[in-house]
């Protein structure tokens, strides 16, 4: 049973940080992708950041160079690191885990996926709100 709990969401200032936890549970593969959604009521899903278990990252355009993704296999957790937060960036943001999954083909070589159909596990969410 695979169960993904994210934590580290809450009420921020313009420009200020936040670092989101994920600890996953009864994950055990050796090929995997595992990303950041963030969703805001009435829109769709949006692709925050992604990660396989090469180290290979993907981030969506109106986060890079602001948002890191990162993986701790051996504490089974995943991290987004965000700074220089806007009030665009209000949202639930969710994680999620893929054992088997299609690459993105972006800009001639292929990445790790940011579209929620590739994503099979998912957390409750949690709270990011900017102001």
């Known amino acids: 049973h695979v169960q993904l709990v994210e934590s580290g969401g809450g009420s921020v200032q313009v420009g200020g940080s936040l670092k989101l936890s994920c600890v996953i549970a009864?994950?055990?593969?050796?090929?995997?992708?595992m990303a950041w959604f963030r969703q805001i009521p009435g829109k769709e899903r949006e692709g925050v950041a992604a990660?396989?278990?090469?180290?290979?990252?993907a981030y969506g355009d109106s986060v890079k160079g602001r948002f890191t993704i990162s993986s701790d296999t051996a504490k089974n957790t995943l991290w987004l690191q965000m700074t220089s937060l806007k009030p665009e960036d209000t949202a639930m943001y969710y994680c999620?885990?893929?054992?088997?999954?299609?690459?993105?083909?972006?800009?001639?070589?292929?990445?790790?996926?940011?579209?929620?159909?590739?994503?099979?596990?998912w957390g409750q969410g949690t709270q990011v709100t900017v102001s």
């Open positions: 999620a885990a893929a054992s088997s999954y299609y690459s993105d083909w972006v800009e001639g070589a292929w990445s790790v996926p940011l579209h929620d159909g590739e994503y099979n596990y």
């Open positions: 990660i396989d278990n090469d180290g290979a990252t």
């Open positions: 009864g994950f055990t593969y050796d090929t995997w992708a």
